[in-house]
């Protein structure tokens, strides 16, 4: 890579950084998670660089490394489960992260499967269309269309999408 | 799904997403993670091509190391005026032994049987000679093309002969009733095979009057050959007599030009020879092909010219005997009529194009002047 990819790659990864980690953290609700999957997102960008710059849509292209790379991260975490036959010492919670990061909604998120969680982030947040969000997961528009139902359905019954729209909020403490 | 629905969901992300704060860019960090991904993907391509050329390599060895399997030989009748006289396949190709007339279509006052493989790469079969009781004639082919690494031999025999066993360096076993093949108004008693292995192929000829025993070497099929050596010509056994005579001729430049053909054991050859205005040579240069049947249109070859001669192109070839004239266009606007010379009953051209030019159409006519056949596939110079 020459100088002037590399600066191009510099100035792609700096102006991108923040909407991968929000992206990524809407995926896996867990704020380290996010920017190391962002960081895996950029730095095969940057391996591919020649590619990516050719690419249509460059941000698409990074966008999908990021969501493959989610969901390996999740096969793996699958494989990697053994139950135990006693329970592990419980963990003392970051309420930095578990409470005030990752607020009402974005805990609800976590509660759905990863495909109607993805549908919903990249819908959502990130404004993709049926078809990008299709192209981006593998599945038909249709099905981003019935995921995306689910999803709302779902959240609705948690409570999360109150009548008003003010859904209760889970301040316990700290400021963002 | 309703819109307010989506459109909380949509709000609530932007306030809860939107709110989150992110740490500035890694751009060293990432950029070292990249370049360790390259390199991996590098180190990975590297082990793949080593890893594929170590298996090709070991396979070869692996193949090289097994015994070759003898090729399978089957016997056919031969149908009436094909003049098969054997066939089978070997290392899974199909092949085909036939007597056939070289010379010219039937009916012409001229013939010249020879043995051919798949109706190319033909052997002229001679006068016998003095060869062991029982066989008049014998020839082995090794590597021709489109058969890499096959050999294929066939025995002419006397009218006395009844069988043949062939035992083949392999351990194959053949035994074999002579056909009786009729070309050229005589009748050949004949008997043909194919080989992979080198060695000593044994016979048994089995007559009316008895069982005699001989044996043969059999070359290497898979011998590389030579430069300079024809590929594809059979080694025949007995003397074949020559025909030749000269094709064409005309000037280059100063010179002037002849080329004679003559076909023999040696193949199809075409000598060029190039004359000073003096009359004194300037040398000869020579070409040999395999031997092919008339073609429809032509068989035609450059034919090297001596060094006085540079930058002329020459060409002869065999065209349909039917051919009365020939007319070949040059690109510079010149046609070349040519009348085709009978030689032993195949018709000849030769002929010599300009320098810097090139000939792009042959045309046939017969004798009532019309043309019958014509082509733009000529052999180029360089």
Known sequence: MNASDREQFEEFMTSRWAGLVRLAFGLTGDRWLAEDLAQTALASAYASWWRVRRADDPDAYVRRILINASKRRLRRRRVSEQPAATAPEAAVSDPTISVDERSALLGALQGLPPRQRAVVVLRYWEGLTDAQTGALLGCSASTVRSQAARALAKLRASGELGPDGAAPRRQAGGSR | ?382
């Open chain 2, 1 to 382: 799904m309703n819109g307010t629905d989506e459109q909380r969901v949509r709000q609530r992300l932007h306030e809860e997403l939107g709110a989150l704060e992110i740490s500035p860019a890694p751009v060293p960090r990432v950029t070292g993670r990249g370049r360790g991904i390259r390199a991996r993907r590098r180190t990975l391509a590297a082990g793949t091509t080593l890893a594929a050329v170590l298996a090709v390599a070991l396979a070869a060895l692996v193949d090289a190391q097994q015994p070759r399997a003898p090729g399978t030989v089957t016997m056919d009748s031969p149908g009436p005026g094909g003049g098969v006289f054997a066939s089978g396949i070997t290392n899974g190709k199909p092949w085909r032994l036939a007597v056939r007339n070289v010379v010219a279509s039937p009916g012409a006052p001229w013939c010249l049987p020879a043995v051919m493989l798949n109706g190319q790469d033909g052997g002229i079969l001679g006068v016998p000679g003095p060869h062991p009781p029982s066989i008049l004639n014998g020839g082995v082919l090794t590597d021709p093309p489109g058969q890499p690494g096959a050999g294929f031999g066939f025995q002419q025999w006397s009218a006395d002969v009844t069988r043949v066993v062939y035992r083949f360096p392999s351990g194959q076993r053949l035994d074999q009733r002579p056909v009786a093949v009729t070309e050229c108004g005589q009748r050949f008693l004949i008997s043909g095979y194919s080989f992979t292995q080198a060695g000593s192929l044994r016979l048994t000829i089995y007559t009316r009057h008895g069982r005699t025993e001989t044996h043969f070497p059999l070359p290497d099929t898979a011998r590389p050959w030579p430069p300079g050596q024809l590929r594809g010509l059979w080694s025949v056994a007995s003397s074949v007599p020559a025909t030749s005579g000269d094709i064409g001729s005309g000037t280059a430049g100063r010179s002037s030009w002849t080329i004679k053909q003559t076909l023999g054991l040696g193949g199809q050859c075409y000598t060029s020879a190039l004359r000073g205005q003096a009359g004194g040579s300037a040398g000869q240069d020579r070409v040999c092909h395999v031997v092919s049947l008339p073609p429809a249109v032509t068989t035609l070859d450059r034919v090297p010219l001596p060094a006085a001669g540079s930058g002329f192109t020459a060409y002869a070839g065999l065209v349909n005997p039917r051919a009365a004239k020939v007319i070949v266009s040059i690109d510079n606007g010149a046609n070349l009529t040519i009348r085709p010379v009978n030689v032993a009953g195949r018709a000849y051209i030769a002929f010599v194009v300009p320098p810097s030019c090139r000939a792009y159409l042959l045309g046939l006519y017969d004798r009532a002047g019309h043309m019958f056949a014509s082509t733009t596939a000529l052999p180029q110079a360089g």
